[in-house]
């Protein structure tokens, strides 16, 4: 019942979730916006349609084996009992898991489980063993730290990964990567003449080298393909991570 582009004093969250929904971003602002301000402060919005052009953020978790020292599991399913717990923004569930779950079955889950939740700011979507969590709207807004954990922390042979870089070509000068990860970077040497194999395999190292928000794995007989994972107990916001190189030519 909203209108846009006009102004309008908030009194209180119930009210914001009527006139604009509970799941909408400006309804989350609020809530952000009363946490942090002085009791009695006034808060005033003016809601916006969202872009007429434009793609929602689309985050993915994938669920596989547990890898060990940085080499990719090629498991099918839970070797024990376990059980995930997936948070967006701090709401989310806790989704049992069998040992022999396949990790189909083990997103086909949690997406039943998320979907149960009342006004979740995103749609949820399945294809084999990857869930997508899909903004309910278009445009560039952050929709929340996605933490996904195990309580057996590894132990069961589960895993989730939020996607893969891609290393090509080997390096024609001496330089630095540096992977970005929201507030978090790491930096990586890379020696000129050094294929996309040695490069990838650096920062698998690195990433797992110290206390950042993901971790990473590759093939046991490196590709250049560095496949990304959370790490328990560890929300990471934004979901995104790229890479940018000083001093490189030909490998990116």
């Not at 110290?210 to 979901?239: H, K």
Request: some cysteine; overall charge neutral; proline content about 4%.
């Amino acid at each position: 019942t909203g209108t846009a582009n006009l102004p309008v004093r908030a009194t209180s969250q119930a009210d914001v979730d009527a006139a604009f929904r509970p799941y909408s971003m400006i309804s989350h602002a609020y809530a952000a916006a009363k946490s942090q301000i002085p009791v009695g402060a006034e808060v005033w919005l003016c809601p916006l349609n969202e872009p007429s052009g434009g793609t929602a953020q689309v985050v993915n978790i994938t669920f596989s084996g547990e890898p060990v020292a940085g080499v990719l599991s090629t498991a099918t399913a839970a070797a024990a009992a376990d059980t995930v717990s997936v948070r967006l923004r701090g709401r989310g569930v806790n989704v049992g898991i069998k040992a022999g779950d396949t990790w189909a079955q083990i997103a086909t889950n949690v997406k039943a489980a998320l979907d149960a939740i009342d006004n979740l700011q995103v749609t949820v979507g399945v294809s084999t063993a990857t869930i997508t969590l899909t903004s309910r709207h278009k445009g560039l807004f952050d929709d929340g730290a996605v933490e996904v954990s195990f309580a057996s922390r590894g132990a069961s042979g589960c895993a989730a990964s939020l996607g893969t870089m891609v290393v090509a070509n080997a390096a024609g000068g001496t330089g630095t990567v540096v992977i970005a990860m929201g507030s978090k970077s790491a930096s990586v040497a890379v020696t000129s003449g050094d294929a996309a194999t040695v490069t990838g395999s650096a920062i698998v190292a690195k990433l797992n080298s110290d206390a950042y928000p993901i971790r990473a794995a590759q093939p046991s007989s490196p590709s250049g393909t560095v496949t990304l994972f959370f790490v328990n107990g560890r929300p990471v916001r934004p979901l995104s991570v790229s890479s940018t190189e000083t001093g490189i030519t030909t490998q990116t």
